[in-house]
């Protein structure tokens, strides 16, 4: 069992226990109103209000759903912590008494159900409290506090939007960027590391064009199925025939689409996919042996036209600072105690938060915070079963309220805490 018993006794936490229940209360409220991407606008009104009334000059609408807060507390350094708000296109499956039965209308104009299967509700809770806290113990620190709460992760857009629109002119620049998020892990331990952290993500359409028939006259066709099929078989030999063994990289078809009729052949075929990568070189030669797979295959067909490829969304890879890591890792241990701080390797999910730090040239630190009931992740670690443990994106996934919401919170003050001298 993890012991979550803190190790420090930092002034700017003394009301946490207090804040408990507000901030439940908060978390399952943004559970049960999830909000799609770009659409996070009662998820944004929630957390404006709660800045307010903490005392921040709150701006909302920044890349279009986005809220900045900030907290300026005397002469000291600009400190900005963010947080995701969007949820997911997902029929949740959690059977929790506040679970979501939300719908929203897609992109596409499709009545969708919504839910929050990837914690970001979890963090904008986080956030709420962490700001709440901060502003509550200003005695106790000096500098400037800047809140993000960023839209449309999920998408691989909110980060850029909100920089777009102008957050890098309108707004201090920070000494640090901190983020966090919730993950398959022990409830009540942070995990965290210097250098790559998640993964770039590229995600791709090829259209493939063939020419339809009969499907009782084949040779009248130029079949785009058997263009699909032998394309995703060959996709596949990507990084078992091209990526050494010693780099990283991940290439998943998630879509293959052909067709509405069993005895017709189509005249195109789609395959939309994703690739994760550790490294700028290995991201680059697996595109490119993408498009060569694809045209080939087109070519050994017959294909009356080259494949059309588009680019669906793309994430940065996320890196953190060595020395920025380092604080963050000693502050970490120095509250939590050394069973509780750990080190993970890269993950191969994305995330558009180091978008900030990169394109505004500041160091940046995001790292994990378990989210799965101790007990629960030490028998599937024993029986090797932890790949079975529902993950981020399963309409399962539920964060262990207790102590995951206290640790994320406390996580988020103590970093912050590490740049914002008494």
Known sequence: MVNTQALSSDPALRNLDGMLPDLEALYRDVHSHPELSMQETRTAGL???????????????????????????????????????????????????YASKATAMDREGKTVPVSHMCGHDMHVTWLAGATKLMADARTSWRGTLMAVFQPAEE???????????????????????????????????????????????????IRLFGRGAHGSMPQASIDPVVMAASTVLRLQTIISREVAAAEAAVLTVGVLQAGTKENVIPDEAIIKLNV??????????????????????????????PPEITTIDQYPLNVNN????????????????????????????????????????????????????PKTYAQAKEANKI????????????????????????????????????
């Open 155 to 205: 998408t691989g857009e909110g980060a850029q939007a909100m920089i777009d629109d102008g957050l890098f002119k309108h707004f201090p620049k920070p000494d640090v960027i901190l983020g966090q998020h919730v993950m398959v892990g022990p409830a009540g331990t942070v995990a965290g590391r210097a250098g790559a952290i998640t993964s770039a993500a590229d995600s791709l359409q």
């Open 387 to 422: 790949n079975e443990l529902p993950v981020n994106h399963s309409p399962k996934f539920a964060p262990l309220l207790h102590p995951t919401l206290r640790t994320g919170v406390e996580a988020l003050v103590v970093a912050a805490r590490a740049w914002l001298p008494a």
């Open 47 to 97: 957390a404006a209000d709660r800045l307010r009334a903490a005392g921040y000059e709150v701006t909302t609408g920044v890349g279009k759903t986005g809220v900045v807060g900030l907290l300026r507390n005397g002469e000291g350094p600009t400190v900005m912590l963010r947080a995701d708000m969007d949820a997911l296109p997902i029929q949740e499956a959690t059977a929790l008494p």
């Open 276 to 305: 994760r990568t550790f490294d700028a070189g290995v991201r680059k030669r697996v595109l490119a042996a993408i498009e060569r797979i694809a045209n080939a295959e087109a070519a050994a067909s017959g294909a009356p036209q």
């Open 322 to 373: 060595q020395d920025a890591a380092k604080r963050v890792a000693d502050a970490f241990r120095g509250h939590f105690g050394a069973e509780r701080v750990r080190e993970t390797g890269p993950a191969p999910a994305s995330e558009d938060f180091g978008s900030f730090g990169s394109e505004w040239h500041v160091p940046s630190v995001f790292w994990f915070v378990g989210g799965t009931d």
